[in-house]
């Protein structure tokens, strides 16, 4: 009988890592590094998570050879809260954070809101990226058609769903409450302040047309946020593109479908790496 990819499978050990406070200009964020020689890997987390949620990313991605980074952004898991005077710009932490960390270029991973906070990065600073990973987001689109089709298939009162139903695809719910529960206690964990950072710019069709950084875009084939044609309409704007479509996956993919999701990152940054240039 063929394994269902979507059976709950218990988080990995993780690797170890240096952990603790970075320092940055106004604020300071709760890190952990593996460490090592290899290209760098930082993983920008969604609105519902922290450092705590890439619990099967970062043992997969460390025996792989890399040095993987997760963080918590302001107001989240052990970092320092928003000021309600200047809540920083998000990708200008990022780029505080690898200037901290001693990281030149790196592979930027995002998640959900964190992969709006990935583009903006990558729109400002394409020289400090070896690669960039969009999962489960337009890309960062504030502005356009594509921007403006992503607000409308949301229904009205979308905001007051519980986060569980629209984040977590309707098929892992189904075979896997396990999963379910243990996601949302990390994403109750991670949330202390409930804020959000500005982006450094609102992002348009025609920013990712000079989008200068190689582009994975995945998304799952049941993610109501992001589905499919829509992730597709944005990778005819992004010169040097590659899509990729997770099946029953919704809006977490990296926590539904965790194998496909590692596979798809490493293969990709596979054929870009920061050592060969």
């Known amino acids: 009988m063929q394994e269902d990819p979507l059976r709950f499978r218990p988080v990995p050990p993780q690797m170890p890592v240096t952990e603790g406070l970075a320092a940055l200009p106004d604020t300071r964020l709760w890190y952990w590094d593996t460490g090592g020689d290899g290209d760098a890997i930082i993983l920008v987390h969604p609105a519902s998570g922290s450092s705590l949620i890439w619990g099967y990313q970062q043992p997969v991605f460390s025996q792989a050879g890399y040095r993987v980074v997760g963080y918590s952004r302001r107001g989240f898991y052990k970092s320092d809260p928003l000021s309600l005077e200047n809540s920083g710009v998000a990708s200008e932490d990022l780029r505080h954070l690898a200037d901290f ?23 400002s600073y394409p020289e400090r990226l070896a690669s960039l990973t969009v999962s489960n987001n337009p890309c960062g689109l504030r502005q356009g058609g594509i921007a403006e089709t992503y607000v409308a298939i949301r229904p009205e009162g979308w905001e ?18 396990e999963g379910v529960k243990l996601w949302i206690e990390l994403e109750h964990h991670s949330q202390a302040y409930g804020r959000s950072q500005s982006s450094t710019r609102q992002i348009s069709e025609a920013d990712l047309e000079c989008l200068a950084v190689p582009t994975l875009l995945m ?30 996956a919704g809006h977490s993919l990296y926590w539904e479908r965790p194998d496909a999701f590692n ?10 790496p920061r050592k060969a240039e």
Do not use: Q
């Open 101 to 123: 960390l001693g990281i030149d270029k790196f592979h930027a991973v995002g998640s959900a809101a964190g992969s709006t906070i990935a583009a903006n990065f990558a729109c």
């Open 160 to 177: 007051n769903f519980p986060r569980w139903f629209w984040e977590v695809g309707p098929s892992y719910r189904a075979i896997n409450p």
């Open 219 to 248: 998304t799952g084939s049941a993610d109501l946020a992001t589905p499919p044609s829509l992730l597709r309409m944005v990778a005819r704007h992004i010169p040097d593109c590659t899509v990729e479509i997770v099946a029953e």
């Open 263 to 272: 596979k798809g990152v490493l293969d990709f940054i596979g054929r870009h």
